[in-house]
């Protein structure tokens, strides 16, 4: 195991992973701009380096200061969490260069499914059913030949993309030429890289994840699977393990699969496989994130495995502690992002001065958290809070003990989404499990009409 360890992040994505190193003993030296400086996740550190200023194009995605400072303090491994470099393949190839292990997959795998054309085509090639779709397409003439063969709708999609920019759903021939050159643009502006390609739009589809890491000893292993359906503008609100929607036969089916199509990659750390399952219960892969998810602890929860922990061992040259047979579900597991957002005022941000933070403690739940009353929540980053996460028997005890602690929780200072979290757990829809990744977007249309 390392003896020390730089995390290239901030917020709750440091102090998630400064907890795993405080268990193994792990030294950790922590990074922070200019606007993070006073937090009071830092005193989880061994060390705290100040890196540059508020904006994140002078910290945290400075990769020269980052490597500098791990450098600096002589540590070993450089472990991003998830956002900003954490899928950055140069990143990983200068940690290498610079002699620091990356904690996460190879520079080459990391290329290969950040190109989500190319991951559909490797995943497909070996075995993985993905949805029909195709290739890059050069230009608006392209992209109306390749709908006509897939059938509407479609899905433009960035080659380079993710969280639903350079994305637009097109249901007639006559709107894809404009929605191409728009998606192109959008996807040029936020990534880069202005390739399209495009899939069928499954209809009434649901986002089930599955969670897996591998070994560098040809060991790849699911941690079951993730329901993400309940989404917002294709940004994630809350998540469940296991999937209420995915039929039994269907996971006994597709769940090994996919570990084993990782595996055979040449896959190693930790990842999780995006896929969408259609109104017959059939998966399909959509696409591959080289990291852990903002949601892993769902999946931690059920199965009783720290992910960091593994994600460490395996960067160290270790290998899994436990086979597949090892992995078994227990209850369920239920996970709340708490935001500083308004979703009565189209879910706008809300930083600033967090006064009071009161979190419900007990059996069966869990709280991730970096803030602390007195905190501030700068403008320059996302809006996360915390996750309030439940453990309970099974699905009906994970509501309820959800139910219980969302009442618990008091935050004053910023405007949060703790009343729409209210809401959705006393939702017919969300009760019942019958929901899909439309579902949360007409519940809150609704609300906000009535």
């Not at 954490?86 to 260069?97: G, H, K, P, T, Y």
């Not at 350079?166 to 643009?185: C, N």
């Not at 999937?243 to 199509?261: H, K, N, Q, T």
Request: glycine share 10%; charged share 25%; aromatic share 4%.
């Amino acid at each position: 195991m390392f003896r020390r360890i730089l995390i290239a992040n901030r917020g709750e994505v440091a102090a998630r992973v400064l907890r795993t190193c405080r268990k193994l003993g792990v030294q950790a030296v922590a990074v922070a701009s200019e606007a993070d400086r006073e937090a009071s996740w830092l005193a989880g550190a061994d060390e705290v380096a100040v890196i540059g200023p508020a904006r994140a194009a002078g910290s945290y995605l400075d990769a020269d200061a980052l490597i500098e400072v791990a450098l600096h303090h002589r540590c070993a491994a450089v472990h991003p969490g998830w956002g900003f470099l954490a899928e950055n393949a140069a990143f990983a190839a200068r940690c290498a260069s610079a002699g620091l292990v990356f904690v996460g997959p190879d520079p080459l795998s990391m290329r290969q499914m950040g190109d989500k054309a190319l991951a559909r085509k490797t995943m497909g090639a070996l075995g993985l059913p993905v949805i029909p779709g195709s290739a890059p397409l050069e230009d608006a003439a392209a992209a109306t030949r390749a709908a006509e063969e897939v059938g509407y709708p479609v899905l433009l999609k960035a080659v380079a993309g993710g969280g639903g920019r350079g994305m637009r759903r097109v249901d007639a021939p006559g709107d894809i030429a404009a929605a191409f050159t728009e998606a192109s643009a959008e996807a040029t502006a936020s990534f880069g890289d202005g390739r399209m390609y495009l899939e069928r739009r499954i209809v009434g589809g649901r986002h089930v994840e599955v969670q897996v890491i591998a070994d560098a000893y040809g060991r790849c292993l699911h941690l079951h699977e993730r329901e993400c359906s309940l989404q917002r503008r294709h940004q994630k609100v809350l998540e469940e393990a296991p999937s209420p929607g995915l039929p039994e036969a269907e996971r006994a089916r597709i769940l090994p699969l996919v570990a084993d199509v990782v595996g055979r990659s040449g896959y190693r750390n930790a990842g999780t496989v995006e896929m969408l399952l259609d109104a017959e219960g059939r998966m399909y892969f959509m696409e591959m994130n080289t990291r852990l998810q903002v949601e892993h602890p769902v999946s931690e929860e059920i199965t009783g495995v720290d992910l960091v922990a593994w994600q460490l061992e395996v960067a160290a040259g270790g290998a899994l502690p436990a086979t597949q047979a090892d992995i078994a579900v227990s209850g369920h597991a239920i996970e709340c992002r708490i935001n500083a957002e308004d979703p009565d005022d189209n879910f706008r941000p809300s930083p600033g001065t967090v006064t009071t933070l009161q979190v419900p403690e007990g059996e069966g739940i869990r709280v991730d958290t970096h803030l602390s009353a007195g905190d501030r929540i700068p403008p320059n980053y996302d809006s996360m809070i915390a996750k309030l996460v439940v453990h309970g028997r099974d699905r009906a005890d994970a509501i309820a003990r959800l139910e219980q602690a969302l009442q618990g929780v008091r935050i004053e200072g910023v405007a949060t989404n703790v009343a729409l979290h209210r809401r959705i757990v006393g939702w017919d829809a969300f009760r019942a499990g019958a929901y899909d990744t439309t579902s949360l977007e007409a519940f809150v249309a609704a609300a906000g009409r009535a």
